[in-house]
């Protein structure tokens, strides 16, 4: 199968028909990402279980706090642009009023799909009424970046990283554009710029993490503070967040990413006209060979 050409409908091969645990522990709900195999790569089988399980918490009324978490070595790895179950041409039952992706020609296609499964969703995340906790281990990688981001608390491990290398690809960050209100301005152009790790202690330093913590330690850790989260009154929860999310779109945070969404995809035309590839000639194992040179692995 050549890389570069997402699988038709009949080729994908999933390796799981649960790509999302949902558990509960007390007033918490914990939503795990579960594809090990795959460094937890989000296919849409993964953002739809995703969807269910934030509908699934927030129709909860014993559920007071949201846990998202992923299973295995690395939070995630991004978006899945390289495995069996990459699903790009399949139709799901949607959740916004869009038109389905698949039928559609050329660069509508990808435009119509990711303001679905990627800011669509990331959107309604971030504004579920009940506060939500990304606990994050190993890598965040791009699209990764995207779900610690639309959670009001980050908790890493001490050998967690971020990055999101997307300019490789020709790409000017990932879907949900929110590097320059995580990071200072200059940061958030050496992160993309450069794409290179940010380790959890520097990100830190910006407020982008709240909290490092053991990997050994952080379930616990963030159930702990998630009991904290659960002792407070629901409404003040839900006011109190959305107080803090409006500061953010009066600093512009949503129009910034509208402009920066319509960049990103004349990117990924440009990377079809030029490569024959929306992702500017590259695949998932070009990624990851240039992301550990990068980071002087072998
Ligand atoms: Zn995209």
Known sequence: MDDLVPPREADITYETEQPVRYETNGPVAWIVMDRPKYNNAQNSQMTY?????????????????????????HFSAGHDIGTPGRDVAKSFERRLLWADHVNKPAAEMLYTREQEVYLGMCRRWRDTPKPTIAAVQGACVAGGLMLAWVCDLIVATEDAFFQDPVVRMGIPGVEYFAHAFELPPRVAKEFLLLGERMTAQRAEQFGMVN??????????????????????PRLGLWLTKQAVNHVEELRGKRTAMDAQYHMHHFAHAQGDLTTGNPLGGQDARSMVAANKKQAGES
């Open 49 to 73: 279980a995703l969807d269910d399980a934030f509908q699934r918490a927030v129709n909860d009324d014993a559920i007071k706090v949201i846990v998202l978490a992923g299973e295995g070595k």
């Open 211 to 232: 909290r490092i913590v053991t990997r050994e330690a952080l379930k616990e850790d963030v159930q702990s503070m998630a009991l904290k989260l659960a002792a407070q």
